[in-house]
């Protein structure tokens, strides 16, 4: 019999990892529309026009794959890590080591978030927009706070479960 305290993490766990999904689901999207704008804008040009604002096109949904392949990353543990220190101390100082950094790296992420929401705000505030086709930007500073908020969260089930990823490649 589970305790409450598995099952909870186990519930958040799968919450999360939903979230991961679905963000890394509006990721692929992305990366798909890039592709197709940038296959569009080469066969237009060679016929003599272009896509206007395709550059623009393409830094809007590259700020949307960034985030997603972030979370998904953190997510399935794939980020490089320092073997040469790990092969030398035991299991319990990898615990440790290991769960120091990911505090450290949330604390880092959380700092991040809080600056990207104020970021946001200001650029929404400025109205600002893209050079070529006027698109609003005040979004991507959210949607990347959202990317973070969503790693500060897969950080926080890594330290509840060390060892584990969330997510299985």
């Not at 990347?144 to 890594?158: C, E, M, P, Q, R």
Request: with cysteine; hydrophobic share 55%.
């Amino acid at each position: 019999m589970k305790t409450d305290i598995v099952k909870w993490i186990e519930n958040y766990g799968k919450a999360i990892r939903a979230l991961v999904y679905i963000m890394a689901a509006l990721s692929a999207v992305s990366l798909l529309f890039i592709v197709v704008i940038v296959m569009a804008d080469v066969i237009g040009r060679f016929l003599g026009s272009g896509i206007q604002g395709s550059t623009d096109y393409i830094r809007l949904a590259g700020a949307v794959v960034m985030g997603g392949a972030l979370r998904y990353t953190t997510a399935v543990k794939g980020h490089i890590a320092v073997e040469l220190i790990f092969r030398r101390i035991g299991k319990w100082g990898k615990l440790i080591v290991d769960t120091i950094s990911r505090i450290l790296m949330l604390c880092l992420f959380i700092f991040i978030v809080i600056y990207l929401v104020k970021y946001g705000q200001s650029l929404y505030r400025s109205g600002e927009v893209t050079p070529t086709v006027q698109l609003p930007i005040y979004w991507v500073p959210f949607w990347l706070a959202a990317s973070f908020g969503v790693t500060s969260l897969v950080k926080i089930y890594h330290i509840l479960r060390p060892g584990k990823e969330l997510i299985k490649p």
